[in-house]
């Protein structure tokens, strides 16, 4: 296989047989040859729902849940996501950029980590800010990353993440609605930030379902794929809500119901299965293997945020094909091609096919499956990790 280094496009060019390669292709096309023998190529891997700019330590939380404290407990307590928004409100732009790089300045340091495990394509959500002054940070923050890293990222406005103390589920979302949302669309006209995605989460105790309809409704409105997080912890019908308007994905769907599995299937709806969230929560299971009998898309994402703290989507594919019963290449296909579905973005990213991006990573190991039977340090069997043509 060879990929275009040479020009600024890095499309995938050819696959096929190394003759059949050096015949089409004249000897200065080859700016760099990578020995792949008793290896594997796969394509760059995709974690389609990722909370990676915040600042703060929710270490302590652990111990809690650890000692029987619910995800609920802990959020109503003031704890959990409010926690989080505290901190990333008091945070400047520089400090959690940085944190994407350096560990001890947290923001580029998570994003790196997710590289070093094979993930190319990463969708990253705001959402620890609420009011719009933080939100619009936490964009300007991935917006940056999206100039300057090599990772390629979708970026979700989630907004609608908490309800802000002091406000109902109903006046947040006007909140949203009458000022987040007409400023976002203000600018993304200009180009100064770029979203591609809406999201809320919709749970009891959260966004109704009213609300988050209103929220969701106006950001298709305005050209956001919809892709929310609905049904995790209790069932709230979020999965025919998805399938009525139109989403591209919902993501946890632990609770889904029957119906809703049934309704995102028609309406090409895609799961994005969360299995870090379900083990770290000890939550019940999400029924893939009922999802992909139906026909659902399923895909798969690290969650990675202050509450389940993994970067590495090869240990997600272990836990998927372990804890939900995926087989192997269900998971493979979960962390490639119908993950970059749930950004809509498969007809570019998510498998090696020529004209589609040059991203793709090559393990050390004559069978691709070692990918997922290994239970961690995948920094040694990941030998190469290539973006657009470009190894980094
Ligand atoms: O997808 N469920 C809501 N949001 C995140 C958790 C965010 C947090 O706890 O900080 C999730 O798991
Ligand atoms: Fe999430």
Not at 19 to 29: K, L, N, V, W, Y
Not at 48 to 55: D, E, L, R, Y
Not at 185 to 190: N, S
Not at 321 to 342: F, G, H, K, Q, W
């Amino acid at each position: 296989m060879t990929y275009d280094t040479l020009s600024s496009d890095g499309f995938i060019k050819a696959i096929g047989p190394a003759d059949a390669i050096r015949r089409q292709f004249s000897e200065e096309t080859f700016e760099e040859r990578i020995d792949c023998s008793g290896k594997c190529i796969l394509p760059g891997l995709v974690d389609a729902h990722t909370h990676p700019v915040w600042a703060g330590e929710r270490v302590h939380e652990f111990a809690m849940k650890l000692a029987g404290a619910t995800y609920m407990d802990i959020h109503q307590a003031g704890g959990g996501i409010h926690f989080t928004v505290e901190c990333t409100r008091q945070a400047s732009e520089e400090e959690l950029f940085i944190s994407l790089q350096q560990r001890r300045l947290p923001g580029l340091w998570r994003l790196q980590c997710m590289v070093r495990a094979g993930t190319t394509l990463v969708e990253c959500k705001s959402g620890y800010g609420l009011n719009l002054e933080t939100e619009l940070k936490m964009l300007r923050v991935i917006e940056r990353a999206r100039r300057e890293l090599d990772i390629d990222i979708s970026a979700t406005y989630c907004g609608a993440h908490s309800v802000p103390k002091g406000k109902t589920a109903t006046e947040a979302a006007d909140d949203i609605i009458s000022n987040h949302l007409p400023k976002l669309k203000a600018l993304c006209r200009h180009g100064e930030i770029h979203v591609d995605n809406i999201d809320v989460f919709c749970e009891e105790g959260v966004f109704d379902l009213d609300s988050t309809r209103r929220i969701l409704q106006s950001g298709k409105e305005m050209g956001l794929r919809i892709n929310f997080h609905g049904d995790e912890l209790h069932p709230m019908k979020a999965a025919e809500l998805g399938a009525e308007l139109g989403a591209q994905a919902i993501s946890h769907l632990e609770e889904v119901s029957d119906k809703g599995i049934a309704a995102m299937a028609m309406a090409r709806c895609s799961a994005v299965l969360l299995p870090t969230t379900a083990y770290m929560l000890r939550l019940k299971q999400p029924r893939a293997r009922k999802m992909l009998d139906e026909g659902v898309i399923v895909a798969l994402g690290s969650d990675f945020n202050p509450n389940a703290y993994c970067f590495s989507m090869p240990m997600v594919m272990h836990l998927a094909c372990v804890n939900m019963r995926m087989s192997m290449p269900e998971a493979l296909a979960a962390a490639t091609i119908n993950a970059a579905y749930a950004l809509g973005k498969s007809h570019t990213h998510g498998s090696l096919e020529v004209g589609k991006r040059g991203d793709l990573i090559i393990i050390n190991a004559s069978r691709w499956e070692h990918l997922i039977y290994q239970f961690g340090g995948h920094h040694e069997l990941i030998e190469y990790v290539i973006v657009k043509g470009k190894v980094i």
